[in-house]
């Protein structure tokens, strides 16, 4: 199993989870949150100067089989991307195990 942990713009989630729900990822975690970019310089809209170190960002974490990894990162790939600074990270990792609490299923099972 792998974890899938996103970063990505706020503005891009719905996207995002209509595509997951098109590739039958049905559960994910989500969270609010604010990083710090590389981009230095700050931006102007209409007639107002605002700072662009702060970045409200949305977390995800989306837990697949290892054969579904690449086609989930894909995905995320294509729906997030806006071909602009700030699209987002993505992190696979391994997990070690998983359990479903209410039945104790773990592995494979425990995820579905």
């Known amino acids: 199993m792998k974890k899938i942990e996103a970063i990505i713009r706020k503005s891009k989630f719905d996207d995002i989870k209509k595509a997951l729900h098109g590739i039958?990822?049905?559960?994910?975690?989500?969270?609010?949150?604010?990083?710090?970019?590389?981009?230095?310089?700050?931006?102007?809209?209409?007639?107002v100067a605002y700072s662009t170190s702060d970045?409200?960002?949305r977390y995800l974490t989306i837990v697949v089989s290892d054969d579904f990894l690449q086609k989930t990162v894909d995905t995320l790939l294509k729906s997030a991307y806006t071909g602009n600074v700030g699209d987002g990270k993505i992190f696979v990792s391994d997990i070690i195990e998983g359990y479903r609490i209410r039945t104790s299923e773990n592995g494979q099972a425990g995820i579905n």
Do not use: A, L, P
């Open 55 to 57: 970045i409200q960002r």
């Open 24 to 47: 039958e990822v049905n559960f994910f975690s989500y969270w609010d949150v604010t990083g710090v970019g590389n981009e230095k310089q700050g931006h102007v809209y209409r007639g």
